[in-house]
């Protein structure tokens, strides 16, 4: 500041020396001038030597001018090197900048907040991360191969077709950070279905709320969303047994294990799937999951492991049929029977990763009451599934690129501990026929194509066994009349996976 100031001096003084010197001169010449002109009487010789006197005055005051116009120069050099700012403009900044902050706060633009884009599919999202909106969707476009088949419990026939297996729409995200939201709609040719209507509430890390319809906490395959699936199809015995889609109420940190080592899911259903709980007579389910990873800390070849056992219960059924038993295809492999009573279902799995290699296992087992004292309806079996990406990635759910190498091997079991007649059906020489259980086996041999995210391509060749040869998907011969068909099915299943 006190540059500044005698800067300002020396400004003042340059000022006054110019005004002093125009005096100067026109005291000088102007004035001798007009007394010349008027006649003045004065002898020439002195006015002459007057005018000399006048003149070196006048040159000495201005040597003195430029030398202090020199030293000014120097002065407004060095404060133009400097670049200080004058005190009357550091005050009126500072007066502006308060008016800014304090009388005129920042006017948000319309889309400042906003971001639009894809990742992975497309997104709309506040730029702080507090509300998220994503379309979804998903398209399998499915051709199944296999010989001329027919249902034993309905009659209908099972060949060769091109499929529409799935075709879903909905959108899911996040409002106010730690609520997320899903809603999902399957389309086929006769109706709409609605699959995921939900809110979940993520407060708690470790204890999410989430209320409406959404999948049971209930095995991993059924966890896994369809399009992160192995295979076309999930295993026989999750398809029958492992419930899915159903209304309720769950405290979970499914995803978010606690401590990296602990996850649960527990919660009420109607128990009716996406129906509702309108039956006479029917209780609420319960079901819980419980998983852990118990070599987290451990080597890197076993951190990916986790173990989890699961189970539903339901207090009071009184239902036309139980659990249906039935292959991939959907041929049901034991006859339809009434239930009342108690449902059990339980079971346990286990995955492991681990670089381009992931093995699963899973055991699922149902028991479900009859009336008048019958023994119970007894639904289990277990599958066991490998992969290896043999171009090298990682395996991951969400895979985005490489060929892939599966293989599976099931069995699934329906009995009710005691022989009795099939209704409605004999052999061909009119011979009632009786059945205790039906087991099925199968191998699955796989490739996959992960073209990117969004395009995955599969191919399945499937064998099954059957071990009681009057009830497998050629044994009908026309209407009540069984006989012993082949023991063995093949079929071939392919699928185009489109999806965001």
């Not at 500044?4 to 026109?26: D, E, H, P, Q, R």
């Not at 708690?204 to 209930?218: S, V």
């Not at 969400?398 to 005691?418: F, H, K, P, T």
């Not at 499937?462 to 040869?469: F, G, I, M, S, T």
Request: proline share 4%; aromatic share 12%.
């Amino acid at each position: 500041m006190k540059k500044a100031k005698v800067s300002l001096k020396g400004l003042f003084s340059a000022f006054n020396i110019y005004i002093y010197t125009s005096i100067v001169v026109f005291i000088t010449f102007l004035i001798p001038g007009i007394t010349m002109a008027q006649g003045d009487s004065a002898s020439p010789d002195k006015r002459y030597e007057e005018l000399l006197q006048r003149i070196e005055v006048l040159e000495k005051r201005l040597q003195d001018s430029e030398t202090k116009r020199e030293v000014l120069a120097e002065e407004v050099h060095r404060l133009k090197a400097d670049k200080p700012v004058p005190p009357a403009v550091q005050v009126q900044d500072q007066k502006s900048a308060v008016a800014q902050d304090t009388v005129q706060p920042k006017t948000p633009e319309s889309v400042s907040g906003v971001t639009a884009g894809w990742d992975k599919g497309p997104y709309i999202k506040s730029r702080d991360g507090k509300f998220e909106f994503r379309p979804v969707g998903i398209l399998h476009l499915d051709y199944r191969g296999h010989e001329k088949e027919r249902q034993i419990n309905t009659d209908d026939t099972l060949a060769s077709t091109f499929d529409i297996r799935r075709f879903r729409i909905g959108f899911e995200g996040v409002v106010l950070e730690k609520i997320g939201y899903n809603f999902e709609v399957n389309i086929n040719e006769d109706e709409s279905e609605l699959i995921f209507a939900y809110v979940n509430f993520g407060y708690i890390p470790w204890a999410n709320l989430r209320i409406g319809q959404f999948k049971e906490p209930f095995s991993y395959e059924v966890l896994y969303p369809e399009k992160y699936l192995d295979f076309v199809e999930r295993a026989n015995i999750t398809t029958s047994v492992a419930p899915a889609e159903d209304i309720g109420v769950m405290l979970h940190n499914l995803g978010q294990p606690y401590a990296g080592v602990f996850e649960y899911g527990v919660g009420v259903f109607n128990g009716e799937g996406i129906h509702l709980n309108d039956a006479e007579n029917a209780d609420m389910e319960f079901a819980g999951r419980i998983a852990v990873l118990p070599f987290a800390q451990g080597p890197e070849w076993t951190r990916k492991t986790k173990i989890a056992l699961n189970a539903t219960y339901t207090g009071e059924q009184k239902r036309e049929s139980g659990i249906r038993a039935r292959t991939s295809e959907k041929f049901e492999l034991f006859p339809r029977l009434a239930v009342e009573g108690e449902r059990l279902r339980w079971g346990g799995d286990i995955q492991w990763f681990y670089g381009p290699f992931s093995l699963k296992a899973a055991y699922t087992r149902a028991e479900e009451g009859r009336s008048n004292g019958l023994p119970d309806l007894v639904t289990d079996g277990w599958h066991i599934d490998g992969t290896w990406l043999v171009t090298g990635e990682e395996k991951i759910l969400a895979m985005e690129s490489g060929w892939e190498l599966a293989a599976r091997y099931e069995e699934i079991r329906a009995d009710v501990q005691e022989r009795f007649q099939i209704r409605g059906y004999t052999d061909t020489n009119g011979n009632p026929l009786t059945i205790c259980d039906n087991l099925v086996r199968s191998v699955t041999l796989g490739i996959n194509k992960y073209l990117n995210y969004n395009v995955k391509v599969q191919l399945n060749y499937q064998h099954d066994w059957y071990d009681n040869e009057y009830f497998t998907p050629n044994s009908w011969r026309g209407k009540g009349v069984l006989t012993s068909g082949d023991a063995s099915v093949d079929k071939v299943l392919a699928r185009i996976q489109l999806m965001f």
